[in-house]
C-alpha cells in the first residue's frame, strides 16, 4: 500500500493531456472560419484601425525624445508633439501651400501634353509602331483620364478618413497600454504574457519601420526635388512632393515616381528624357545601395520579397489602402508569426 506522502504526491500531479479529438478540432476549425469571415467582412474597419496604429507609432516614436530630455509624461509629450507637427504643417502650407497648388495643377495639364509628346515620338521610329501595336493602335492610345480623376476624388473623400484616422491614433498614442491591456483581457489567461510580448515586439518593429521610411522619403523627395530643378523641369518642387509621398510603397512607389518623371520631362524633348530618366535611376541605385541599408542597420530590415508581397497580396485584398498600408502590415505579421509560432517550435538557443 503506499503511503500518504506517496498518495497526496500522486494526487498533485496533473493528468497528462492528450492530443485534441476530432470533434475539438471541428469546433476550432469552425470558429477560426468564422472569426476569418467576421474580420472580411469588417475588413474596412478593421484597416482603418490598423491606420491609427500605425499613426500612434509615429507620434509615440517622435513623443520619446521629449520624455526622455524634459519632464513630460509620456501623453503629454504625445499631445505635444501633434500640436508642434499640427502647427509646422500649417506653417508650411501657409508658406508654400499657393505654390505647390499650382505646381500640381500645372502637373495635371502637362502630363497630358507629355503623354502625346511620348506617342509622336515613338510614332516617329521604326521601333515605335510595333511598340504602339502592342496595346492597341496608336490613335486610340490615351491615358485613362476618367478613371484617374475617379482615383482623385476616391483620394479627396479620403482626407476624412485619414484626419479622424490621426485622431483615434491620438487617443491610441497618449494611453496605449490601457487599450492592450483591454485586449489582452478578452484572450485566455494561459496566452496572454505570450501575446502581450509579440504585441510589444510587433509595436515596437512598427516604429522602427516607420522612421526608415520617413527618413527615406525624406531623403528622396529633397533629393528628387533639387536634381530635377537642376535638370530644369518647371515642376520639380511637385515631384519631389510626390516622389517623397510615393516612397512609402516600396519598389512600386519608385517605379511610379521615376517613370511619372521621365515621362514629364518628354514635354521638353526625348532629351531631357534621357538626363531624367539617368538620374532616377541613378538615385534609385544610391537609395537601394547606400541609403536604405544605412537605414535598415537600427531599423526593421524586411527581405525586398516580402516587401513586394505584401503591397501585391493587400492590393489585391484591399485595393489602394492595401497598396499603402501592405507593408506596415507585413511588418507586424513577421513579428507576430515570428513570435508566436516559429520562436515555440524552434525556440532560440542561449549562447
Known amino acids: 500500500m503506499a503511503s500518504e506522502d506517496e498518495t497526496r504526491a500522486g494526487s498533485d500531479v496533473a493528468p497528462s493531456r492528450g492530443p485534441p479529438s476530432s470533434s475539438v478540432l471541428a469546433v476550432r476549425l469552425v470558429v477560426g472560419l468564422a472569426a476569418l469571415l467576421v474580420l472580411w ?63 500640381l495643377q500645372e502637373l495635371r495639364s502637362t502630363v497630358p501634353r507629355a503623354w502625346s509628346s511620348v506617342v509622336s515620338w515613338l510614332q516617329s521610329r521604326p521601333f515605335g509602331a510595333q511598340i504602339l501595336s502592342w496595346g ?40 496605449p497600454q ?10 485566455p489567461r494561459r496566452r496572454r504574457a505570450d501575446i502581450g510580448a509579440a504585441l510589444t515586439a510587433s509595436g515596437v518593429a512598427l516604429q522602427r519601420w516607420m522612421i526608415g521610411q520617413a527618413l527615406t522619403m525624406l531623403v528622396v523627395g529633397a533629393t528628387v526635388g533639387i536634381g530635377l530643378a537642376i535638370l530644369g523641369i518647371p515642376i520639380a518642387g511637385a515631384m519631389g512632393l510626390l516622389s517623397g509621398l ?7 512607389g519608385a517605379i511610379a515616381w521615376a517613370l511619372l518623371a521621365t515621362l514629364l520631362a518628354f514635354a521638353q524633348g526625348p532629351e531631357r528624357a534621357l538626363y531624367v530618366a539617368i538620374f532616377c535611376l541613378a538615385l534609385q541605385q544610391l537609395e537601394g545601395n547606400v541609403v536604405s541599408p544605412l537605414v535598415q542597420r537600427w531599423a526593421v530590415h524586411l527581405p525586398p520579397v516580402l516587401s513586394v508581397l505584401a503591397v501585391v497580396l493587400f492590393g489585391t485584398l484591399f485595393g489602394v489602402v492595401g497598396i499603402v498600408l501592405g507593408t506596415p502590415l507585413m511588418v507586424v505579421a513577421v513579428v507576430l508569426v515570428r513570435k508566436l509560432w516559429v520562436d515555440r517550435l524552434d525556440p532560440p538557443r542561449a549562447t
Do not use: C, H, N
Open 41 to 103: 467582412q469588417v475588413r474596412d474597419v478593421a484597416l482603418f484601425f490598423f491606420g491609427a496604429i500605425v499613426a500612434a507609432a509615429i507620434l509615440r516614436s517622435l513623443a520619446e525624445p521629449v520624455v526622455r530630455y524634459t519632464r513630460f509624461s509620456p501623453g503629454a509629450a504625445v499631445v505635444l508633439v501633434a500640436l508642434i507637427l499640427v502647427t509646422l504643417l500649417g506653417g508650411i502650407l501657409w508658406l508654400v501651400g499657393q505654390p505647390m497648388v499650382q505646381q
Open 136 to 175: 492597341s493602335t496608336a490613335s486610340d492610345v490615351k491615358l485613362p483620364w476618367e478613371r484617374v480623376a475617379g482615383i482623385a476624388s476616391a483620394s479627396a473623400s479620403a482626407i476624412g478618413d485619414v484626419l479622424l484616422a490621426l485622431l483615434v491614433g491620438i487617443y491610441l498614442a497618449v494611453d
Open 178 to 187: 490601457l487599450y492592450r491591456e483591454g485586449f489582452l483581457r478578452l484572450l
Open 246 to 252: 510615393f516612397e512609402f510603397v516600396p519598389f512600386f
